[in-house]
């Protein structure tokens, strides 16, 4: 068995398998929520830091990383604005647009993108995942909690209210929850600085990957609700065409006249087929949306993209 083969086990064991035992612990009450949310802080604030500064420090630099903002704004605003303009601003309750917009814009780059990506094109691909997926981070705090709230306002029949913005800035974007961040920038230091990484933390950012995996997904598996997903699974058809159909061949379109790495071009495609983020069910929650449409939508389309989409794409863009 191959290297490449051989990883791609790891959609079994790194993402499949933590959402099973994740929802057997919820449903056997084994952990609570609780130490659920204390997973899913020490995959954010830890394990990604970690991983970020890992991956960063041996990323090959290249003028085409100035790109990555571009296309990291792209896969956000352009299927949101598709999803908005075809069918979110149709539906006449604001929750349900809210929970559409936000599963529209925000895709599992960063825990499923950056695994799959490993797995095709090892720690190179995860550093292009998680540097595009940093900018989704910002346009979740610029443009998704805003227009979610926006939508529980006018779900309650108000569009303004006296708050001070700053204090909501601030408590965004001053966060641990932002550490990764910090973590990208110091591997780029020591990169552009040619202080090369030693050779036995790339073991350790090989377990990490797998660590980071498990505290990412079990705490999804957790969160999963199969009646809620019954009941609203015809309500996700267009978001499915939207991440499968029409986001692949416009990113393909887009990135093969402009990225001449292949590793890079690839990764894109990778990304622009991730399905809806736990994300998108969180901002649904924090701002009292439509929360089984987001989750329907998280669940559906994470389901099509391990069990269909990822392994035609293995086949398609393995080196």
């Given at each position: 068995m191959d290297d490449i083969t051989f990883r791609l086990l790891f959609v079994v064991t790194d993402l499949i398998a933590p959402l099973v035992v994740g929802y057997l612990l919820k449903q056997r009450h084994l952990i609570s929520q609780r130490i659920n949310d204390y997973l899913i802080r020490f995959n954010i604030i830890i394990v990604s830091t970690v991983l970020a500064l890992l991956s960063f420090w041996v990323l090959p630099l290249s003028w085409q990383l100035l790109l990555m903002p571009l296309f990291g704004f792209y896969l956000v605003l352009f299927p949101g604005t598709i999803g908005y303009l075809l069918f979110a601003r149709h539906l006449p309750d604001y929750l349900d647009r809210g929970a559409y917009a936000a599963s529209a814009m925000l895709a599992n780059l960063g825990t499923l993108g950056g695994v799959c990506a490993f797995i095709l094109y090892n720690e190179e691909g995860f550093a292009y995942a998680q540097l595009i997926a940093t900018f989704q981070n910002v346009?979740?705090?610029?443009?998704?909690?805003?227009?979610?709230?926006?939508?529980?306002?006018?779900?309650?029949?108000?569009?303004?209210?006296?708050?001070?913005?700053?204090?909501?800035?601030?408590?965004?974007?001053?966060?641990?929850?932002?550490?990764?961040?910090?973590?990208?920038?110091?591997?780029?230091?020591?990169n552009g600085a040619g202080i090369a990484r030693p050779a036995e933390l790339g073991t350790v950012f090989q377990s990490l990957v797998h660590i980071g995996a498990w505290t990412a997904m079990l705490p999804v598996g957790f969160l999963l609700d199969f009646s809620?997903?019954?009941?609203?699974?015809?309500?996700?058809?267009?978001?499915?065409?939207?991440?499968f159909l029409l986001m692949p061949i416009i990113t393909w379109l887009i990135a093969r006249p402009l990225i001449a790495d292949p590793v890079l071009r690839h990764t894109l495609i990778i990304l622009a087929t991730c399905p809806t983020a736990i994300n998108a069910v969180l901002t649904a929650r924090l701002y009292k949306l439509n929360v089984d449409l987001a989750s329907t939508s998280f669940l559906v389309t994470t389901a099509m993209y391990l069990c269909l989409i990822f392994p035609l794409l293995f086949f398609l863009l393995k080196a």
């Open positions: 346009l979740l705090c610029l443009v998704v909690f805003p227009y979610a709230r926006y939508c529980q306002l006018k779900a309650a029949g108000r569009t303004s209210e006296h708050h001070s913005r700053l204090a909501d800035l601030r408590s965004m974007f001053l966060s641990p929850n932002q550490l990764c961040l910090v973590g990208m920038m110091a591997g780029l230091v020591l809620a997903a019954r009941r609203n699974l015809h309500r996700v058809h267009s978001l499915t065409a939207l991440r």
